[in-house]
């Protein structure tokens, strides 16, 4: 099949779903699909997988809603109580999103606590589980690393106090808000233990952005403890908010950072993305439908 990635978003957001779209990419194009990317366009010769849609205007999903080309959205954002992230304000959900997601031909789902939702509104959705690919083994780690931790993410109140409980202690780490992907990877590079907080706590899922691309590079992760049906955080280390800052001393100081993201790269690695993908596209399409949708993008 021919695939075309939009991503209609913010620059900002954008690299912090870098990884999210290359894992799609390279899974596709590992099955031997051909894919491109794109900014806020839809390609008429192609199968769009559409991220983001919900940046845009009212009447511009809605219009999305109206094109007549083979389209499923990839939702990336919490659905509850007919909202997307708790916040009216965020889209308009029940009059234009929720419609945008149900004219697509299906719905690719990253966050597997909203597939209740998504049966409620009798949407076809499926879980996009993120898996790992050799070619998002893209950091190179420093021998002599000199931050405790680093965490990247959109900063909230609960986080920036994380943050600075774990300097008070005396740990030295970077937080970025948002940032290129560049910088940040060379931060990654530079620190012995990674950070997944919960943002606030209304959001109760784990946060696969992090935790995976984090996973597929070899980093020590220590992360709070969240939903996880998809069962991401067994190559984490998880505890209490109280009790990051001892658990970070611990392998940052202690020195079994190495091995313990070593440990988790080799768990991670049990779950190629090429398998997810198979299995999504089998659920998606099924072998009429691929064969069916293959021929008309050709």
């Not at 420093?142 to 405790?148: A, G």
């Not at 784990?206 to 991401?232: G, H, K, T």
């Amino acid at each position: 099949m021919k695939f075309c990635i939009s991503y209609f978003g913010p620059e900002p957001i954008f690299h912090l779903r870098r990884d999210f779209i290359l894992a799609m990419q390279y899974g596709l194009e590992s099955l031997g699909h051909d894919v491109v990317l794109t900014g806020r366009e839809i390609d008429l010769t192609r199968f769009n997988l559409v991220v983001g849609a919900y940046f845009l205007a009212r009447e511009d999903l809605l219009r999305l809603s109206q094109i007549k080309v083979g389209l499923a959205h990839v939702n990336t954002e919490v659905i509850s109580q007919d909202m997307l992230n708790f916040s009216p304000a965020k889209t308009d959900f029940l009059g234009a999103y929720l419609p945008a997601l149900r004219a697509g031909h299906c719905i690719w789902e990253a966050v597997v606590d909203n597939l209740p939702e998504h049966e409620r509104y009798g949407n076809r959705a499926h879980f996009l589980r993120w898996g790992w690919h050799p070619k998002l083994e893209d950091i190179t780690h420093r021998i002599d690393k000199d931050l405790d931790f680093y965490f990247f993410g959109l900063m909230s109140d609960r986080r920036r106090a994380v943050v600075g409980a774990l300097q008070q202690r005396g740990l030295v780490g970077i937080a970025d808000h948002t940032c290129p992907y560049f910088l940040r990877n060379d931060r990654i590079s530079r620190a012995r233990v990674h950070l997944n907080i919960v943002q606030d706590e209304k959001y109760s899922h784990v946060n696969a952005f992090r935790i995976c691309y984090l996973a597929n590079n070899r980093c020590a992760i220590v992360s709070e403890s969240e939903s996880d049906p998809a069962n991401y955080l067994e190559v984490a280390r998880v505890v209490r908010k109280d009790d990051i800052a001892d658990a970070v001393l611990e392998l940052s100081r202690g020195g079994g950072w190495k091995d313990f993201g070593e440990d988790a790269y080799e768990r991670f690695r049990r779950t190629p993305m090429t398998r997810c993908l198979e299995e999504l596209l089998d659920h998606s399409f099924g072998a009429e439908s691929g064969r069916a949708l293959a021929g008309a993008a050709r």
